[in-house]
């Protein structure tokens, strides 16, 4: 692999991480005061469809309307709300944490996201990670070849298959890095510097 390519890689595995960092900040601020500081024209939507089911709902609890009318106003009502403005996925969600809240005798739309929004922010860096070491691992193969040295069978048939030597090797790194990605990652650190001499250290 080309330096200039791995050096790439390195950037795109850092800006990823950056990027993690920014859309974790910017979707606590966001949904702190949800749904109230969601933006203007999604929270519009949301309201407007929270109202449609409201209504309706009042429609349905009114002893005093005929089913045939509910079913009127309430097919009327969500044709008239599908047809205007932006629509949004955020509805039912809404609905069924509020449905939990009231229940749990909580306030309405009292909903912590921190929690999740860290915890995705947290499991996708580990995964960048993960994928960027692989890529390393991967690249020193490639420079040095004989770490690939282990009592390890190939079947004759796989070496035929693959034709060239360059092939061969990248076949070996290829199940080499395979079976690294099945190791923990504290075990992965130690791997890396037992095998490569790599004292990486992990800081909070």
Partial sequence: MDWNLYKQLYLD??????????????????????????????????????????DTLSQFLDKSKSDAKVKTQTSSKRRKSDSRGRKTDLFYPTLLIAIYNISSGRQLFKIDFSKVIYSQQLAMAFAHFDAFLGDSVRVILQVKPNILRKNKQIAWNTLIDLGTWENVLEHLSETFVYDFGWLEGKDKLDFVEEKFGFDLQLSE
Wanted: aromatic share 8%; charged share 30%; glycine share 4%.
């Fill in 13 to 54: 595995f850092e800006v990823s991480i950056n990027q993690g960092e920014i859309i974790s900040q910017s979707s606590v601020d966001v949904l702190r005061n949800y749904p109230h500081d969601l933006p203007k024209e999604v929270k519009k939507s949301l309201d407007r469809e929270m109202t449609g089911f409201t």
